[in-house]
């Protein structure tokens, strides 16, 4: 068979252009190329009809975005569709699989579209930091309004086939293979005596108060500019003929090309599939999970095994009574039940995951024939042990032994087995059935078919795992702890929380770091402060209380009602606690400290400039694979702003050495706390990024 991007066959008086490009048959040039090539030929052989469709898995996913932030080359995509649409003969593309973007936007070039009831369509270029931007936003809205197209457009969503078929984006559904339907379609449009049918010559679509819409976007995007910026190409399609709105909808597609959030976006897109592929994995199979065990029945645990019974996996829950393991299983029924509202899940499947397919269990011999456990006790490393003890004494061999510690030495943990090769770090994050990040955490002994096995199961549970090593909070948590106490000194220096909570949720965080304490309960950080002074804070280090004060008098957050914020009753509405100044202000007070004003500029670079140094030191010491590894962390399970890539790429864009200046200059006020990380010097030393590390893998 032809090696073709576009395979052209004359059946009949129906030419056929197939899409033959996997994995996703992306427009990339020889794609296009092919396409306008094709329909050149089509109509050269006095065909009456053209069809396209895709071979494999899916018509056009779209653009390729390999391509992006490299010189345009044509045919331009935009350009594509226009030429298939001016063809006199009768177009029509087949869809199956997912047709989206540029894909989609060939489809709407074409005259008339069937799909499978299994194809999805949809215009996710916002997602990616542009937007549609080969004639999506002109044709689209021509098709089903302009509301509809703004919901589509600024979601990103896919849309299945019915619903397409609702709006009038799709013509026909029909069962079967995306060539015989679209040939058969074809067929008939040509015995009808069909005509071409353009959808830019359909008329202007209403406009609506575009101004309106626009900011309202960009507050709901929390700065994203893509979603708003499209709204804009939706504007031209009601306001300028055809052709000049593809050409605005063509100036404001280069405008956000050419934006750091378009490249930040991109790197989330590849980073999140590449952070998963470990090339110590290579050939390596993990073991079969067809049953999981789970020890404990808290948040996490019921959290946990939600996540199991979700992805179809047998679970047996082990807590020390029966009165507790019932209290667990109403937790995963109480996790279960939003979904099932929702109509996510059925019934059936409600009452089966809540009923026969989780076992409950208060003795360890219930564990015997799992093939994987998951401690979610108590987090003391003695209780710890003595889990993994009896563990070791219980389980079959080959059982992969987890724990969910989220910052416990694994190691230690490992050593209380007679199988240290099959002990693991799975650290899961709250609620642990809706966060993406697991952290699979790899002991010194810890065989690669276990964290193979790890990673097998976090794809199962559908999450973004990412690979860490063992130290005091492993990749997250270990860089949260540095840049929550970098804004505890901004408030001992003269900052205030509300100050800092509104600058980092300006520069694109949903909520800055008090308003998540009070989300989260301020007695975890309470608990933490309090561990490490037991342990022994290094004298150098500047230790905080102000926080200390809050909980003192009971007021832990959310769930008290008060915290950094005050929370009427039912409602989530926070206004700033006034005890909280008093507190500052005793601390300062004590500590001899005269306070400084701060702008939100200096509130974030000192923020970020931390989170940077320390995840540079994580990337550098080991814990973190590479850069990308970090970005994915902080991407999915601390809600970094996804349009900024994370916080190294936001690092590269910002560039290194202007970051390492800020550092050096913190750190004539505390050289303790600001100590240049050595990755980051030795980068800005080298004039490479954090970037050029991922390229190495
Ligand atoms: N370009 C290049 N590579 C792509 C790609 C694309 N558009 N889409 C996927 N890939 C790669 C992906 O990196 C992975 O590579 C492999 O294909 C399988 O993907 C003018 C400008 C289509 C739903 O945003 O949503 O059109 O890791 O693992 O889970 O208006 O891929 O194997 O090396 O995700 O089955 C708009 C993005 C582009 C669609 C399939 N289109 N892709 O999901 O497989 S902008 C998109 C997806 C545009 C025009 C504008 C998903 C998928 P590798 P995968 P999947």
């Known amino acids: ?257 050419a934006t750091d959030q378009r490249q930040g976006l991109i790197h989330a897109f590849f980073s999140e599939r590449a952070v998963g592929k470990l090339p110590e994995l290579k050939g390596v199979a993990p073991r079969e999970v067809a049953s999981i065990g789970v020890i404990g029945g808290g948040t996490m645990g019921a959290g946990i095994a939600t996540a199991a019974l979700l992805a179809g996996l047998r679970v047996t829950l082990v807590e020390m009574s029966d009165d507790a393991a019932e209290a667990a299983r109403g937790r995963v029924a109480g996790n279960l039940s939003g979904a099932l509202k929702r109509g996510k899940i059925s019934q059936d499947s409600f009452d089966h995951m809540t009923g026969s397919g989780l076992s409950l269990a208060t003795e360890y011999d219930a564990l015997a024939d799992v093939d994987l456990v998951i401690e979610a006790v108590f987090e003391e490393m003695s209780i710890k042990k003595d889990v993994f003890t009896k563990l070791d004494a219980i389980c079959k061999p080959g059982a992969v032994l987890a724990t969910n510690t989220s910052y416990l030495n694994v190691d230690e943990i490992a050593a209380m087995t007679s199988r240290p090769q099959d002990v693991i770090g799975l650290h899961f994050f709250s609620p642990a059935h809706v966060m993406k990040l697991l952290e699979v955490v790899v002991a010194d002994k810890t065989a690669p078919d276990v964290v193979a096995t790890g990673f097998a199961l976090g794809k199962k549970l559908g999450k973004i795992s990412v690979r860490a090593g063992v130290c005091d909070g492993f990749i997250g948590n270990r860089i949260l702890a540095v840049y929550r106490t970098a804004a505890d000194h901004m408030i001992l220096d003269g900052a205030s929380p509300f100050q800092i909570d509104d600058a980092l949720e300006a520069f694109g965080f949903a909520m800055g770091p008090y308003a998540v304490g009070d989300l989260a309960g301020l007695d975890i950080g309470w608990a933490v402060r309090k561990r490490r002074r037991a342990e022994g804070m290094d004298l150098r280090a500047r230790d905080v209380s102000f926080a200390d004060k809050l909980c003192e008098n009971g007021h832990f957050g959310q769930k008290t009602g008060k915290g950094y914020y005050i929370y009427e009753k039912g409602s989530r509405t926070r206004t700033p606690n006034p005890e909280v100044a008093d507190h500052i202000a005793a601390e300062r007070a004590e500590k001899g400290i005269t306070p400084r004003e701060f702008t939100a500029e200096d509130i974030v670079r000192r923020y970020m400039a931390a989170m940077v140094n320390e995840a540079a030191k994580v990337v550098g010491e080991g814990i973190a694979r590479r850069p990308l590894d970090v970005d994915m962390t902080l991407l999915f399970g601390y809600g970094f702003p996804r349009y900024h890539g994370g916080p190294l790429k936001w690092a590269d864009l910002q560039g290194l050495p202007a970051l390492l200046d800020d550092i050096r200059g913190y750190a004539k006020e505390d050289d303790y706390f600001w100590q240049p990380a050595p990755l980051l010097e030795q980068l800005v030393a080298e004039g490479r990024s954090f970037d050029d590390l991922n390229k190495a893998g």
Request: glycine share 12%; hydrophobic share 45%; proline share 6%.
């Open 1 to 257: 068979m032809s090696d073709a991007a576009i395979i052209y066959e004359l059946h009949d008086d129906i030419a056929i252009l197939a899409a033959n490009n996997p994995p996703v048959n992306a427009l990339g040039l020889a794609v296009r190329q092919g396409l306008v090539d094709g329909i050149a030929r089509a109509e050269a052989d006095g065909a009456k009809a053209v069809l396209i469709y895709g071979m494999g898995t899916t018509f056009f996913a779209g653009a390729d975005i390999r391509e992006f932030g490299k010189p345009p080359t044509e045919p331009f995509l935009p350009d594509v569709c226009t030429r298939i649409e001016a063809s006199p003969l009768i177009v029509v593309s087949a869809l199956h699989g997912t047709a989206l973007g540029g894909g989609l936007e060939i489809a709407l070039g074409s005259h008339y579209r069937i799909g499978v009831p299994s194809a999805r369509v949809g215009l996710p270029e916002v997602l990616i930091g542009v937007m549609p931007g080969a004639g999506g936003t002109q044709r689209l809205p021509r098709l089903i309004g302009v509301e509809k197209s703004i919901e589509v457009i600024t979601t990103g969503r896919q849309i299945g086939a019915a619903e397409a078929l609702e709006l009038g984006v799709l013509d026909r559904i029909e069962d079967g293979d995306p060539r015989e339907i679209g040939l058969a379609y074809a067929r008939e449009l040509i015995d009808a005596g069909a005509s071409r049918r353009a959808v830019s010559e359909m008329p202007a679509p209403e406009a609506i108060d575009f101004d309106a819409a626009y900011e309202a976007a960009l507050k709901k995007s929390r700065g994203q500019l893509s979603p708003a910026v499209a709204i804009r190409g939706i504007q031209a399609a009601c306001e300028l003929p055809f052709a000049e709105g593809m050409k605005r909808e063509r100036e404001l597609f280069m405008e956000l090309m």
